[in-house]
């Protein structure tokens, strides 16, 4: 909004005396003749009123406050700047009930960029407001999305420790998703990944062994006349090696597909009794004592996941415990779950070592014989094989139970269902 200038205002208020001059003197005539040539001149509207008003009801006092009143507006008063259509001035003459009203002329119109100011409140600002606003929203929307954008080629660079979640804290909860969402894929592709390296670091190494002893059984084989203790070292080594790598490749099934087998119901009591046969029967200076309930159904499973680990739980508790010891196999069910034990009498592991024995090539100090069989890919092989299944295993030392007897114990949790 702003003033009229001085100069609009005085020419204003010239036209109101000459007005008021033909009111005057009631020279209605020329007052029409005048305001005639007025509009036609300045291209407005112009007319000289007189104030009427007519009580209706009510008490005959007070018509003081009839007065006063505006049929226009105060030349003294501020003019807004975009306006569609000027205003009416009133000039009101000085008897008190008429007035000289006229539309403004567009030349008194305050404000020379009056239209340009129209132009930029109504359009320029709100395209100006939108852009800022559409820049801010569009800052937070790319943030993220170029954090992600960051961690993912740092990540294809081969730096699998990136996350990201962590950098999103002051984000929509969206973008923390997304974010969380990354971290976890980041944390499990890498964590294949290290596997894999491991994997096969860990398989060259211990391959490299049996070929040598191969190498050198056929060397022996092709300078020697007598052949039987070259040929039976060499069907050692090769079945060593058939064993190594059957076993390394299903562990790396297992470990990538992440195979759900779960397709069949059977008797895990008629399982463990056909695992323990063959346990006495290879290991025949132990004891196998059992604790088994009449029967045992688990549905929705598969035998050939299970029965391979257990196996190589009996096997592991025997071989690792002294001649003429005990190895207990127990079933305990319940409404949901059931719990296979098998406790050996052995020295047991170190605490810090509980979760590494299942780890592929994992090998305590007293199982790294030169003329040891082992790898480290039962108890590892098992454990795979006993996720598939739905189930878990984890082992525990026997003194961790108040008990007298040294040794380690594993259990095997599998739902019924």
Not at 311 to 322: F, Q, T, W
Request: proline content about 3%; aromatic content about 8%.
């Amino acid at each position: 909004m702003s003033l009229l200038s001085e100069e609009s205002k005085n020419t204003l208020k010239q036209w109101g005396q000459v007005a008021e001059s033909y009111y005057s003197s009631q020279d209605v005539m020329g007052l029409e003749q005048w305001l005639a040539e007025l509009q036609y001149k300045h291209s407005v509207w112009a007319a000289v009123v007189e104030h009427q008003t007519k009580q209706i009801a009510g008490g005959q006092e007070g018509g003081e406050y009839y007065r006063g009143y505006n049929l226009g507006r105060n030349i003294d008063w501020q003019i807004h700047l975009y306006f569609h259509e000027n205003p009416i001035m009133e000039l009101p003459f000085s008897e008190g009930n008429t007035s000289f009203l006229i539309r403004l002329p567009d030349n008194m119109r305050p404000g020379s960029y009056w239209q340009t100011t129209k132009v930029i409140l109504q359009l320029v600002f709100p395209l100006v407001f939108l852009s800022v606003l559409s820049l801010i929203i569009y800052r937070h929307i790319m943030r993220p999305l170029l954090l992600l954008k960051r961690a993912t080629s740092d990540f294809s660079a081969g730096n699998f420790d990136v996350r990201v979640s962590n950098k999103m804290q002051s984000e929509h909860e969206e973008f923390r998703q997304l974010a969380t969402t990354f971290d976890g894929m980041a944390t499990r592709i890498g964590e294949q990944l290290v596997a894999q390296r491991q994997l096969i670091g860990d398989f060259s190494h211990e391959l490299r062994t049996p070929l040598t002893r191969l190498d050198i059984a056929i060397e022996n084989l092709c300078n020697t006349q007598t052949d039987e203790v070259s040929l039976s070292r060499i069907t050692k080594e090769t079945h060593i090696i058939r064993h190594l790598v059957e076993d390394t490749l299903t562990f790396a099934w297992l470990e990538n597909e992440h195979k759900r087998m779960g397709d069949e119901s059977y008797d895990v009591v008629d399982l463990l009794d056909s695992i323990i046969d063959d346990a006495r029967f290879e290991f025949p200076t132990h004891i196998v004592n059992t604790l088994l309930p009449n029967d045992c159904v688990v549905e929705n499973s598969n035998h050939r996941a299970l029965g391979p680990a257990i196996e190589n739980i009996v096997r592991n508790a025997l071989k690792y415990s002294p001649t003429g010891s005990t190895v207990e196999v127990s079933v305990k069910k319940t409404l949901t779950n059931i719990a296979i034990e098998v406790c050996d009498q052995g020295k047991g592991v170190e605490t810090h070592q509980l979760e590494a024995i299942f780890q592929p090539f994992f090998r305590l100090d007293n199982a790294r014989r030169p003329n040891s069989d082992s790898f480290g890919m039962g108890l590892a092989l098992a454990k795979r094989q006993i996720l598939s299944i739905g189930g878990t295993v984890y082992a525990q030392n026997r003194a961790a139970r108040n008990t007298q007897v040294t040794g380690l114990i594993v259990t095997i949790h599998l739902p019924l269902r």
